[in-house]
């Protein structure tokens, strides 16, 4: 088997290769389509919205409808556009940063993509069977157990398969980064973006249960007229916000902390200077993520938890903002006295900085349980968590996609339209949420499908709505790029940038294998510290030797099949008890696909070293 094949492939090869690969660069590449795929769908919903608001008493869609756009608009951007996308860049870099050759469990890997893939289309699909949910992202249990037809239960079946593809994945990062970083790659030589993959997937593993036990007890009470929330059956519906936010809180954590760490990356590489306070920033990281499991009840001060419960929560959650006010003065001091470079990478970290901060600030404001009755369920609140979500999250991942996308594909995307994009996106973010903070102390409620004339909200909404469309320009200009891009540019070099960390000591793009020798780390920005004081290269880690890698496989795929057509059955056999078909039948194929992959002996394949001599010995030409 050559390991230099590049010749052209046919279409069916390509698709079987992205069905069945276990590579985490492959798969990736699939988080990132499937993430870029729904944040297009979530993005439309949200024009929908802005459109529906452009004028006061509009009825461009019905109320019903419009419960569906806010309901599917929140769930898709945070379950399947935020999260797959960052995944896929954490999946995509990490392991490069740690000098290995894949993930821990390259299987889980492909399983956990899938499921989030059938997941998501299953929820969507509710669109074409009887209607999208419309309880709001949250769906409140007092709301949801009486939303009429299933789909309320597409969110619950959709997110619970998606939800199982994340905890995997964050398992999958946390094995990875303990067991398989490169000889000399100790815990504080790891770089901040690898360091920000190990928190979240920390985050992940302790929140994502809550989310499915709460999922499990709607479930229960929706279809087998359980009384875990349902208050006429003796229930308590201020459990399920409480399950709801001990989960959705430390969910916005796992939206920001990779980018905090990315940023760092970006700040430190464009500013030609190293990271200012790097171990300040590991341990603000895990201060965040530890502070954040303490303030979930912020987002219930109004349901009368009483002052002293509100007390502690206000308290903590304004604590957050000391450590994530180091990591911003850190940034800044990076770039304080370094060569500074603006290209579209840069440019994005630059526009994060004063974005988040406004968001920032707002929360700490939020943070204060009294002032929170006149906010609370206000644009105020929508205004807030968009500009941390977007100003952060999107910011971020505009960012990295400019920062390695030349390691990913092998160009450069092209800095013009880069930069048009990042101004088209910048201003419309600005336009559409700034004035939406004076919407909400206005008094203008979230979640209403329409607004009242001679309130003096028009002209704010006015705006909102034409920022909604220079976003979307924006968006555009990128789509544009990435095609210009792929069809107009120069081949990128191994490390365009001058980078500081081990992906860029290895081409662009990288070989299946990534490393043909595990690199040696002497230090932190281990790849810069061989460029100042080496010979420019990496220096082995191991003898050049057999190097193992895992085999393809399809049942990943039909894995996940099994549990979509399983949901299909959970959903509508309080219809009709032929579905229980469906149910019995998916769940027992996705078990049969779990006993065909535990007998079945695949130990994999192993690269001679002979090969790999050969492609030293081309390199080193
Ligand atoms: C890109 C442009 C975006 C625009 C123009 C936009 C616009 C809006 C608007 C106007 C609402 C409030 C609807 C209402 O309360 O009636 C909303 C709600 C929401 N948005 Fe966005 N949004 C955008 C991006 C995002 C992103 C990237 C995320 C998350 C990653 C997000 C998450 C949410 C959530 C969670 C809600 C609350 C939904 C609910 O009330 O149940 N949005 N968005
Ligand atoms: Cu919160």
Redesign the pocket.
């Known amino acids: 088997m050559s390991i230099t094949a590049t010749g052209k492939r046919s279409f069916g090869a390509f698709l079987w290769d992205y069905l069945t690969t276990v590579d985490h660069k492959k798969i990736a590449f699939l988080y990132l389509a499937g993430g870029g795929f729904f944040?297009i769908l979530?993005?439309l919903e949200?024009?929908v919205?802005?459109i529906q608001?452009i004028v006061p008493e509009n009825d461009f869609v019905s109320a019903g409808f419009?419960n569906e756009m806010?309901?599917m608009?929140?769930?898709t951007?945070?379950f399947l556009?935020?999260m797959p996308l960052l995944i896929g860049l954490m999946n995509f870099a990490m392991p490069l940063q740690i000098g290995a050759r894949d993930v821990a469990f390259p299987f889980l890997n492909s399983l956990g993509f899938w499921l989030f893939m059938f997941g998501g289309t299953l929820l969507n699909l509710s669109f074409l069977l009887g209607g999208a949910p419309d309880s709001?992202?949250?769906s409140y249990a007092s709301l949801a157990l009486q939303s009429p037809g299933h789909g309320v239960d597409f969110y619950i079946l959709g997110l619970q398969i998606a939800g199982a593809g994340t905890l995997m994945g964050g398992i999958n990062f946390i094995a990875t980064i303990v067991t398989m970083r490169a000889p000399g790659m100790t815990y504080m030589r790891m770089p901040l973006f690898t360091w920000s993959t190990l928190i979240t997937s920390v985050l992940i593993l302790f929140a994502f249960p809550a989310l499915t036990i709460n999922l499990f007890l709607l479930m229960f009470d929706r279809m087998f007229d359980t009384a875990f929330f349902n208050v006429a059956l003796g229930g308590n519906t201020i459990i399920y916000q409480h399950l709801f936010w001990i989960f959705g809180h430390p969910e916005v954590y796992i939206?920001i902390l990779p980018l905090f760490g990315l940023f760092s990356e970006i700040f430190s590489t464009f500013s030609k200077k190293r990271l200012f306070g790097y171990t300040a920033m590991v341990f603000a990281t895990m201060l965040i993520a530890f502070l954040g499991f303490m303030v979930w009840a912020h987002h219930m001060f109004t349901v009368g938890l009483g002052p002293v419960a509100n007390s502690i929560f206000a308290v903590g959650t304004m604590a957050i903002a000391v450590p994530t006010g180091i990591k911003i003065f850190n940034w800044l001091a990076t770039m304080w006295g370094g060569q500074v470079t603006i290209n579209s990478a840069m440019l994005w970290a630059l526009g994060f900085i004063p974005s988040f901060t406004i968001g920032g600030m707002t929360g700490v404001m939020l943070g204060s349980s009294v002032a929170d009755y006149q906010y609370h369920d206000t644009?105020f609140v929508?205004a807030h968590?968009?500009y941390v979500?977007?100003g952060g999250?999107?910011f971020g991942i505009f960012a990295g996609l400019h920062y390695w996308w030349p390691k990913m594909f092998g160009k450069v995307l092209n800095d013009a339209l880069g930069k048009l994009t990042f101004w088209l996106f910048f201003i419309g973010?600005h336009m559409?949420?700034f004035i939406?903070h004076f919407l909400g102390l206005m008094g203008m409620p979230?979640?209403?499908?329409v607004f009242l004339e001679d309130q003096g909200l028009d002209m704010g909404n006015m705006i909102?709505t034409i920022?909604?469309f220079f976003?979307t320009a924006g968006?555009l200009v990128f789509l544009y790029n990435i095609v210009y891009t792929a069809i107009k540019e120069e081949k990128a070099s191994a490390d365009p940038w001058d980078g500081r960390t081990l992906e860029w000591s290895i081409p662009s793009p990288p070989p299946f294998y990534n490393f043909e020798q595990l690199p040696l780390v002497r230090g932190l920005d281990a790849f810069w510290l061989e460029k100042m004081e080496g010979d420019g290269t990496m220096p082995a880690g191991e003898p050049l030797q057999d190097v193992h890698m895992p085999n393809g496989s399809f049942l990943p795929f039909l894995m996940s099949l099994g549990f979509f057509v399983a949901g299909f059955g959970f959903i509508y056999q309080t219809d009709n008890s032929l579905w229980y078909l469906a149910l019995y039948g998916g769940m027992a194929f996705a078990i049969g696909c779990m006993v065909v992959r535990s007998i079945k002996d695949d130990h994999g394949f192993y690269i001679p070293k002979e090969e790999l001599q050969k492609v030293l010995d081309r390199e080193a030409k």
């Open positions: 944040f979530g993005g949200a024009l919205i802005r608001l419009y806010i309901t608009h929140g769930t951007m945070i556009a935020g709001g992202w949250t939206l644009y929508v968590f968009h979500i977007v999250t999107i973010f559409t949420f939406q979230r979640r209403y499908w909102s920022g909604a976003m968006a």
